[in-house]
């Protein structure tokens, strides 16, 4: 128990919060706002505790004024469904969060406006992160199905690629019911940034992805996958159809076969990044 109290030397509140703060102090809305981040707080703290009991390394859980953050240092080489326990767990401290609401109003303990209030907002919050879109909740469980049939690579772009889609849909939604609501702008365009960097920094992404499996971090393997391959491919064109859960026997046409540790080798050992699958030694 002690450790996971540890959990709270992790929280970092950025700047603007604080900014929000101030302004929310000056316009009376200092109440609400202090509900949204005890939602907020107790919804990380959940992933948190999830990715503690996984022994996961968490970097830092950081509220934002609007949303937060719980950012680990794990790089898709854990198993789907730690992540998918990992990623239910903020979700689910909605259901007992409305439950204690409910009953603290039953006993008079808080307003029933106060409680109409947290069930607005704790709802609000637990919607808006099933989201289809990434980072959110459901943009990270939209990833994990498509990466338990795709290969690593793919699932982080299709996952980029819907969640722009589905973005631009409440875009256009937005426009039509309430555009003059700045809150709701300022949550699309950090989401519309948070795609940006999300996509140009999916190779970096990838590579972390093969790093680890590189110096063996991989766990949770659970089947052994065939790559085929032509001899004129290039290392990096087989390598991107790695997939996570899984290890691989990489066939190239000429009927010669690599295991995934073996051209992992050759890439970041011996740094044959632009090598021919036929021109590797042994093939």
């Given at each position: ?164 889609i589905m973005l631009t849909i409440l875009l256009l939604i937005l426009i039509g019911v ?19 960097f999300g996509w140009k920094q999916v190779r970096y992404a990838f590579m972390r992805f ?8 991989q766990s949770g393997i659970k089947r052994l996958e065939v790559i085929e391959a032509k ?53």
């Amino acid at each position: 128990m002690i450790k996971y109290g540890q959990l709270l030397g992790k929280v970092r509140i950025h700047p603007l919060f604080w900014l929000v703060a101030g302004i929310a102090m000056l316009t009376g809305y200092f109440w609400e706002l202090s509900i949204l981040f005890m939602i907020v707080m107790i919804h990380e703290l959940g992933h948190a505790a999830a990715a503690h009991f996984f022994s996961w390394k968490i970097k830092r859980i950081l509220i934002l004024p609007f949303g937060g953050t719980c950012e680990v240092d794990e790089h898709g080489n854990r198993p789907i469904f730690e992540e998918l326990v990992i990623v239910a767990a903020g979700p689910l401290q909605h259901i007992w969060l409305a439950a204690a609401a409910a009953a603290l109003a039953s006993t008079g303990l808080i307003t029933k406006d106060s409680a109409l209030l947290f069930h607005k907002f704790n709802l609000m919050i637990f919607l808006f992160n099933l989201l289809p879109v990434w980072p959110l909740d459901g943009g990270k469980l939209l990833y994990l199905t498509l990466s338990v049939k795709k290969p690593f690579l793919n699932a982080m772009k299709e996952t980029i690629i819907i969640s722009l889609i589905m973005l631009t849909i409440l875009l256009l939604i937005l426009i039509g019911v309430s555009p003059f609501n700045l809150h709701l702008w300022i949550v699309l365009l950090y989401l519309y940034t948070g795609l940006w960097f999300g996509w140009k920094q999916v190779r970096y992404a990838f590579m972390r992805f093969l790093l680890e499996r590189y110096y063996g971090k991989q766990s949770g393997i659970k089947r052994l996958e065939v790559i085929e391959a032509k001899g004129n491919d290039y290392i990096y064109q087989a390598m991107e159809k790695f997939q996570r859960d899984c290890k691989h026997l990489i066939h190239v046409d000429s009927g010669r076969s690599m295991d995934e540790n073996e051209m992992l080798h050759v890439y970041f050992a011996k740094k044959q990044v632009n090598i021919r699958l036929k021109e590797i030694d042994g093939l």
